[in-house]
């Protein structure tokens, strides 16, 4: 197969999941074309059958919002064109699906026929969603995908219940390559961080408000009351100054370290014990599977797809938004019980174990063959 992909090229997890997808994909033989804006932090370019199309925006005098839609549109019929492309597979429906349903129909006039695979990652539903403006787009360019995927049950049923949905979504969950976590142990960030046997509670976020990052430090500082313990807060974004003052009013700075964005993520994972993710909402939780794929037990919310990945007493803990008490009470009680607390590192292992790469590829490999079958057939595939 020719696939092209495109996604987001930032540190979130749809733009993970996309390059694990495509990585895996030329892996197994096929040609992986990646189309974005920059090149996605997780790819590796010179990996054999991968390839990385830039959309190039320039400013012109006359506009004053860049046209980057248009942009998108041409490149990807430009690329799908010249590199006979069997089809494209698009991470967020705007503008990418609705960029690629406006290519499909330039080249339809040219008698090529391309299917076009949408997957739904939360943020285009659950909160751009709400937003009356964008709806329209969304619900079109999500009816008018040839196939679409949401990455959780929740998401799926977000999409249903905020559009006028008239077609059959799959749920595909988010996945983890677990071989990238073989082989690593704690190294020097625990004992920069932490004394010998001083636990230590991780977030990793993009430090949006949906995060609830100010819940990450009501919780840490409920922990670190009862005991010597330290926060690492991994990644940056527009909340990070809120919560910076907020650890100086309580006076817990000198145990939280704002360690800032890394490419290395499964490493610095590898040197936490608990992981906090209390989000306001989460379509997936791609942040609590790879926590839980370094061997991390999860404190979260039991908002949006976090119930189908942190199983409540298993491999974690889930409660109500901004219920910090409680999520307190449940990092204590494993924080404060060691026997405990490696039973549920194992079992978080094991619940990432349930979302390892070769339970969830054949699902979207499946997929396209689906799509690609009834053009094999037909005189108008190129
Ligand atoms: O959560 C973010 O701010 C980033 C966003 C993204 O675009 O990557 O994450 C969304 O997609 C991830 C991958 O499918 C999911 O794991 C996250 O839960 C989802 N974020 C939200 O729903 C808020």
Redesign the pocket.
Known sequence: MKIGIVC?P????????ATELGLEMAALGHQVHFISYSQPVRLDIFANNVFYHEVVVRDYPLFDYSPYELVLTSKLVSVVKNEKLDLLHV??AIPHASAAYMAKKILKEEGIDLPIVC?L???????LGRDASFEPVITFAINKSDAVTA??ES?KNDTYNHFNISRHIDVIP?FINLTRYEGLKPNSIKSRYAADGQPVLMHV??F?K??RVEDVVKIFAGVRAKMNAVLLLVGDGPERYNVEQMCRQLGICTDIYFLGKTKDVEQVLMNGDLFLLP???????????EAMAAGMPVISSNS???PEVNEHGYSGFISNVGNTDEMTENALKLLENPALMAQFKMQAYRQAEKFSLPQILPHYIDLYNKLLLPLESSAIKH
């Open positions: 987001y930032t540190f979130g997890g749809s733009g993970v999941v991470h967020y997957t990652h939360g943020t285009d539903i659950t909160l990455v959780s998401l988010n976020s993009n949006r949906v995060k989000s306001e909402t989460e379509s997936f939780g791609l942040a609590a599977l949006g797809g976090l």
